[in-house]
Every structure is written in C-alpha cells, then in structure tokens.
C-alpha cells in the first residue's frame, strides 16, 4: 500500500504564486508515475498534472504555462509551483499516483490518493 500526503495549501492573491508537496511512503517502488488533480466546489474532480518516472510531464491546458511539477525521486516527493494564480485555481489539490509507467488524465486509472489540500485564490 502507498499513502500520500500533502502540503503546502493555503490562501494567496491573484497573480500570486503557491508551492504544493506530496510525500509518498510505504509501498513506493510501486509507483512509476505521480500527479496532481483538484475539485472546486461544485464542480468534478480534474486533471492537472502529472509526472512520470523518466521525467516526462503532462499539463491540462488550463494550467500549462503558470503551473509546473516536479519530483525527487530519492526522496519520494512530487511538488507543484503555481504561479500567477488565479480565482478560478481555487479548490482542493489531490496527490495521486499510479503503478504504471505512463501518465494519464483518467482518474480512474491512478492507483492512490492523498487526503487533499485546500488551495484558495482571493481576488
């Protein structure tokens, strides 16, 4: 079993920018590819990015350019910077990670979750 937890949410300005982390731990050399999703009230859980093992990236379009995401592999941390955030950023942030080598945007197929971490951008 692999567990996630985030940080690194909280509340920031328009235009400002945010740093999320997710460290992963147990079962960990089963994870090849780790991501980010998010669901703002009302609304479904969406794709944001992901990262696979050989460091190639995935971004929804909505974030591309302003969002950026990371990971240390040796430390077993996915990270995401947010810049120029906006209103409409705000929402939950979900870790997520998955068995298999190749990013997707399908929730479905992401093996684990983290708990979730509140980001809000005031206008």
């Known amino acids: 079993q692999v567990q996630l937890v985030e940080s690194g949410g909280g509340l920031v300005q328009a235009g400002g920018s945010l740093s999320l982390s997710c460290a992963a731990s147990?079962?960990?050399?089963?994870?090849?590819?780790m991501g980010w999703y998010r669901q703002a009230p009302g609304k479904q859980r969406e794709f944001v990015a992901a990262i696979a093992r050989d460091y190639s990236t995935d971004y929804a379009d909505s974030v591309k350019g302003r969002f950026t995401i990371s990971r240390d592999s040796a430390r077993n941390t996915v990270s995401l910077q947010m810049n120029s955030l906006k209103p409409e950023d705000t929402a939950v942030y979900y870790c997520?990670?998955?068995?298999?080598?190749?990013?997707?945007?399908?929730?479905?197929?992401?093996?684990?979750w983290g708990q979730g971490t509140q980001v809000t951008v005031s206008s």
């Open positions: 997520a990670a998955r068995r298999s080598s190749i990013t997707t945007r399908i929730m479905l197929w992401w093996n684990y």
């Open positions: 147990g079962s960990i050399s089963s994870i090849n590819t």
